[in-house]
């Protein structure tokens, strides 16, 4: 089995806005933080506006990866995102080229992100990742169509986890409200 480095097979896209040279327009961008990626490949849609005029290469596309700059320990997949979406500051946007799955790309960096992090960051307070050592990581490259069954099973087994969970929430939120119709049919409070 081979391997590539990710700067090989994907373009990588470090998200740094400079306020002092940045051009203004007219009309507001929608920006996504840190904040907004979560585990579980959960991303809050809830944006900031910013009258910043944004690189292009900082639009959120799907299929894109992206990940914290600082104190990573997991990826966000992006499955799906509205239009014209962008990403701030301290956030790395991966793209994957054409001849390698993104989802299969995406389950390997998730597996190693903590890594990365602990080995770019020696001796610094704050975990980071820096351009060369994302750039240096190896991805086994394997027979496209197993890529393909290995990257869907990683994301649909993170999905099947969200459904589970929120499962559990709606079954507590229907005991307590049998309990709550019980107290109240036996006059209680």
Not at 18 to 38: G, I, Y
Not at 83 to 112: F, W
Not at 136 to 147: G, S
Request: charged content about 25%; some cysteine.
């Amino acid at each position: 089995m081979r391997s590539q480095k990710l700067c090989d097979i994907a373009e990588i896209k470090f998200c740094t806005v400079s306020l002092s040279r940045a051009k203004q327009q007219s009309e507001p961008s929608n920006w996504l933080a840190c904040a907004n990626f979560l585990a579980e490949n959960v991303v809050s849609l809830n944006t900031s506006e910013s009258f910043i005029t944004p690189e292009r290469e900082w639009l959120l596309q799907k299929d894109d990866i992206v990940i914290k700059r600082i104190t990573p320990t997991f990826i966000n997949y992006i499955d799906t995102i509205p239009e014209n979406i962008y990403c701030g500051n301290n956030l790395i946007i991966v793209t994957v080229k054409n001849n390698v799955y993104s989802k299969y790309v995406a389950m390997i960096l998730n597996n190693k992100i903590k890594y990365i992090s602990a080995e770019s960051s020696v001796g610094a307070v704050m975990k980071s990742i820096s351009r060369p050592d994302l750039e240096l990581v190896t991805v086994p490259i394997i027979d496209y169509q197993k890529q393909v069954l290995l990257g869907d099973f990683w994301f649909k087994s993170i999905e099947l986890k969200k459904k589970k969970t929120r499962l559990i929430e709606l079954e507590n939120i229907k005991r307590n409200y049998i309990l709550n119709q019980y107290i109240r049919t036996l006059g209680g409070n």
